[in-house]
């Protein structure tokens, strides 16, 4: 069982960088993708960037955003630039096993706040 745990949320001024990193229990070798996730209060939780474990496809919706996995250290990481009031929000870290086609496994967030 593969368990995201969050870390690197923090308050930020706007313009300025985060970096968030997702570990990752030492079971990855089902494990397909993981995905990075927001929610702001009000509104519903969307995806942030997608990046498949073994190497391949990588999704970001946005492009101030970069994923990226150390497999030496079963993490993934979400590097935030240009930071964004409207960024603030809870960031979850999940992952997807293979052979499903949701997201099973969450972290339990951590806050990210972009003052202006």
């Known amino acids: 069982q593969v368990q995201p745990v969050e870390s690197g949320g923090g308050l930020v001024q706007a313009g300025g960088s985060l970096r968030l990193s997702c570990n990752l229990s030492e079971r990855t070798l089902t494990l397909d993708a993981v995905g990075w996730f927001r929610q702001a209060p009000g509104k519903e939780r969307e995806m942030v960037a997608e990046?498949?474990?073994?190497?391949g496809d990588i999704y970001i919706e946005k492009g101030r955003f970069t994923i990226s996995r150390d497999y030496a250290k079963n993490s993934v990481h979400l590097q935030m630039n240009a930071l964004k009031p409207e960024d603030t929000a809870v960031y979850y870290c999940?992952?997807?096993?293979?052979?499903?086609?949701?997201?099973?496994?969450w972290g339990q967030g951590t806050q990210v706040t972009v003052s202006s």
């Open positions: 999940a992952a997807k096993m293979k052979g499903y086609d949701h997201y099973g496994y």
């Open positions: 990046i498949r474990w073994s190497g």
